[in-house]
Structure formats: structure tokens, C-alpha cells
């Protein structure tokens, strides 16, 4: 399974919502709280991007040479409709400086100093040392998960179906029109994970996994075929 620190700067590198927490800030627009760019320098500080007329950045260059704790807080909701859509959560908690000269003009780089982090997901509570943070590197499949599920769903949803024949006992029936409906809720280079939704709204999920880790869209599309392959049988 991927380790926290890699799930938690898959979230961190992916496209979910995130918002940046000053104690005692207050704004007018929730937005103005969201980052437009994250990344990850390689002592493992975010870079967040915002504008430079931003609540933010003012207050992380009014307090230059003070610390100015902050909060970066990470929502992943499931890119499909699925009954419990929130994936899990993530934090990110340090001290918060401006960076000139990194951004574009009207625009300002903000550098949140690694303090401690934990996330909430699908595996579980855990918290996340500095180090293994600086360490992890991204799932490979971080920029094309949602795209990916979003197609299993729409275009392979009789494949998907026939996941349930993997599921041994739970499986209540082998037959078509009682199936539960098979949701591909995640993906990683590890496996697929599927929301089972039954009669009556009750689900649970299942895990596939791979082989071998996959390391891009070609080796993904072969241990997808082996799975449904493996069901098939």
C-alpha cells in the first residue's frame, strides 16, 4: 500500500481543493484562502501560489522575520458520483513566508515550512514525519486518476460489473440483475479500489491489486485487462 507520506503529497501535487488557514485571518471570499499552484521544493517546503493582492500574501510579508504559523487543508472528493464521495482529508502545518521573485508578476509565491502533517483517507488515520514527507514522491498516477475512473465508469461499466465475481463470499449472486453496482472510487500504482453500492444504498468497498506497481498508462491499461480478465473466468 502507498505509505502516508506518498498519499499525503499525492494530495498535496493533485488538483484537490485545498485552502490555506492563518489564525486570526479573516477574508471576504472564501476563495481567496485556495492556492492556484502547489508544489513541493526539494526539502520538502509547499510553494503555494496566490496573487499578490491577496489577504495572504499580505500578511506573510507584514510578518517577515516573525513566524506566521499556517494551515494548508486538503479535501479529496471522488471524481464520480458515489454514495460518501469524500476520499479523505489531508494537513499540512508550518510557518509561512513570501518568496519574491518566484511568481509572475501580480502574482506572489508563498513558502509554507514543513511543520508537521496527517491525513485522514480511505487506509486510515496517520501522521507524517518531516522526513518521509521530503522523501515521497507522488503516485504516478496523481494527474490522470481522475480522467481514469471517470472513464472505467463511463465507458466500462459492464467490465466493472463483473468485479463482483472477485469477491468470493460477499458476493451474494452471480447473477447480472442482482449485482451490486461497481464503482471505481480510486486508483493509485498499486490497485483499484471499487465502491460496492447494493439495494437499499448500502455499500463497501473492495480492493484490486495489481500485480506489480504500474509506473504509467501503458503498463495501467495491462493490469486493468488482467483484472477483468481474472473476472471473466
Known sequence: MPSAAERTRTLVQS????????????????????PDSRSVGPEGDLFLGFPADSPL????????????????????????SVPHRIR??????GWLTSVPGLAQPGRMMLRLEFGDASID???????????????????????HE???LQHLHAAHGEQ???????????AECDCPENRPQAVPVALDRFGLRVRFVEGGGACFDARFEFPEPVRDIAELRRAMHTLFEAAAC
Open 160 to 170: 466493472m460489473a463483473t468485479l463482483s465475481a472477485l469477491l468470493g463470499e460477499r
Open 57 to 80: 500574501v499580505r500578511a506573510a510579508t507584514h510578518a517577515q522575520g516573525d513566524e506566521l504559523t499556517a494551515v494548508l487543508e486538503i479535501t479529496d472528493v471522488a471524481p464520480v
Open 121 to 143: 483517507d480511505l487506509w486510515g488515520y496517520e501522521e507524517v514525519e518531516p522526513e518521509d514527507f521530503r522523501d515521497a514522491v507522488a503516485d504516478p498516477m496523481v494527474d
Open 15 to 34: 488538483t484537490c481543493s485545498a485552502v490555506l488557514l492563518v489564525p486570526g485571518l479573516s477574508v471576504v471570499h472564501p476563495d481567496q484562502l485556495m
Open 146 to 148: 481522475a480522467e481514469l
Open 88 to 93: 479523505g482529508r489531508a494537513r499540512v502545518a
